[in-house]
C-alpha cells in the first residue's frame, strides 16, 4: 500500500469535539440544547445498530437524543402524525427518519412531510432544491462528511475530475452537487456507464457509491487520485470463524491503495464521518432556528 489513508474515525472525533464545544456554548449562553429525534420503523438489526449508535454519539456531544421506534406494521397515516408532533416540539431541532422504510410506507411522502429546517438528511425536495441551487441547505450528512475529508486533503478542489460512481438521491446526487458547487468537473456514472473503467481513470478524486463489495479495482485508478469508498458491505469471513461476516467497501482497497495517492478505509472512513454530520447538521438546525450565528467548519 502506497496511499495516504485517510482516517475518517480520527477526523469525525475532531468534527464531534468541534460541535461538542458549541454545544456547551450553547447551552452555557442562550440555555438552548440541541436535540435529535431519530424515528425507526421496524426491526432490521442492522439499522437498530446504527440508530443506537447515533443516540450514543448525540449524547456524547451534549445533545438531547430522542428514540422512536415504531413495529414495522405501523400505518402512514400513523407515522405522518408523529413527524407532525416532532416538527411542531420546540426541544426538537433535528428530525432523521432511518432508511429505508418497509415497502407499504411511501418514502418520499414520509420525507416530504418533516419540516425542511429540521430536516437534518437534507432529503427534502426543499432542501434538494436549495442545494441544487447553491443556497443555503441542510446537506446531507455522507456526501457533507466526504466533501469534509476532500477539502482537509487537497485544499481546493477546484478544476479536478471528479467521478462520482452511483445516483441514488442520498449519496451520488447530492455528492455530485456539492463537488460542483466547489468547482470540480464532475462525471456522474451509474449501472448503464458505458466502459466504466476508463471514464474512472480520468478521475484525480473517485466517490465510490455502488452497493458492490470491492467493485472498483485498482487498475482503473489514475495513480496519485484520491478515493473516497461510500460503500458499507457485508461478506462472509470464514476466515473469523464459521458464520462470522466483515465489512467491506465498494473499492477493492489491497489493489487501489497501491495505486491511489489517498484512499479512506471501510470501517472506519465515510461511516464515522456520517453519524459526526449528522451532529453537525443537528448544531447548524438548532442555530438556524434561534438565529443564533452558526459554527464555522461543519456546512458546506
Ligand atoms: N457510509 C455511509 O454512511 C453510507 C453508506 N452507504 C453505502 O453506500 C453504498 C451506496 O448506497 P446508495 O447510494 O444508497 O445505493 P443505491 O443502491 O441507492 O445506489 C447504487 C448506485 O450504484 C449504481 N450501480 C449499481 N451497480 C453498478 C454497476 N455495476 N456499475 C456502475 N454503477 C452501478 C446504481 O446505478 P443505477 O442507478 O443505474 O441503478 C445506483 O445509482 C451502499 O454500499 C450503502 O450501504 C449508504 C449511505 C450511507
Ligand atoms: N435516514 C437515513 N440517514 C442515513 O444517513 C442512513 C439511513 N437513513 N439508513 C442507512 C444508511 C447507512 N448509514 C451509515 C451510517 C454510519 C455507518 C458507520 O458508522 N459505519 C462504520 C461501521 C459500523 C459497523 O461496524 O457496522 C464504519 O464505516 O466504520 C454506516 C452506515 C447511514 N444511513
Not at 460541535?19 to 442492522?46: N, Y
Not at 449508535?53 to 405501523?74: D, F
Not at 465489512?247 to 456520517?274: C, E, K, N, R
Request: aromatic share 2%; with cysteine; hydrophobic share 45%.
Amino acid at each position: 500500500m502506497s496511499a495516504t489513508l485517510i482516517d475518517g474515525k480520527v477526523f469525525a472525533a475532531s468534527v464531534r469535539d468541534k460541535v461538542a464545544i458549541h454545544v456547551a456554548r450553547l447551552k452555557e449562553a442562550m440555555g438552548v440544547t440541541p436535540g435529535l429525534a431519530v424515528v425507526l420503523v421496524g426491526d432490521d438489526p442492522a439499522s437498530e445498530v446504527y440508530v443506537r449508535s447515533k443516540g450514543k454519539m448525540t449524547v456524547e456531544v451534549g445533545m438531547n437524543s430522542y428514540e422512536h421506534k415504531l413495529s414495522a406494521e405501523t400505518s402512514e397515516a400513523d407515522l405522518l402524525a408523529l413527524i407532525e408532533a416532532l416538527n411542531a416540539d420546540k426541544d426538537v431541532h433535528g428530525i432523521l427518519v432511518q432508511l429505508p422504510l418497509p415497502g407499504h410506507l411511501n418514502e418520499a411522502l414520509v420525507i416530504n412531510a418533516i419540516d425542511p429546517a429540521k430536516d437534518v438528511d437534507g432529503f427534502h425536495i426543499s432542501n434538494v432544491g436549495l442545494l441544487g441551487t447553491g443556497q443555503k441547505a441542510m446537506v446531507p450528512c455522507t456526501p457533507l462528511g466526504c466533501l469534509m475529508m476532500l477539502r482537509d486533503h487537497h485544499g481546493s478542489l477546484s478544476g479536478l475530475n471528479a467521478v462520482v460512481i452511483g445516483r441514488s438521491n442520498i449519496v451520488g446526487k447530492p455528492m455530485a452537487q456539492l463537488l460542483l458547487g466547489d468547482s470540480c468537473t464532475v462525471t456522474i456514472a451509474h449501472s448503464r456507464t458505458k466502459d466504466l473503467p476508463e471514464v474512472v481513470r480520468r478521475a484525480d478524486i473517485v466517490v465510490a457509491a455502488v452497493g458492490r463489495a470491492n467493485f472498483v479495482q485498482g487498475d482503473w485508478i489514475k495513480p496519485g487520485a484520491t478515493v473516497i469508498d461510500v460503500g458499507i458491505n457485508r461478506i462472509p469471513a470464514p476466515e473469523k470463524g464459521e458464520g462470522k461476516s466483515r465489512l467491506v467497501g465498494d473499492v477493492d482497497f489491497a489493489s487501489a491503495s497501491d495505486v491511489a495517492g489517498a484512499i479512506t478505509p471501510v470501517p472506519g472512513g465515510v461511516g464515522p464521518m456520517t453519524i459526526a454530520c449528522l451532529l453537525a447538521n443537528t448544531l447548524t438546525a438548532c442555530c438556524r432556528s434561534h438565529g443564533f450565528a452558526e459554527p464555522e467548519g461543519l456546512t458546506a
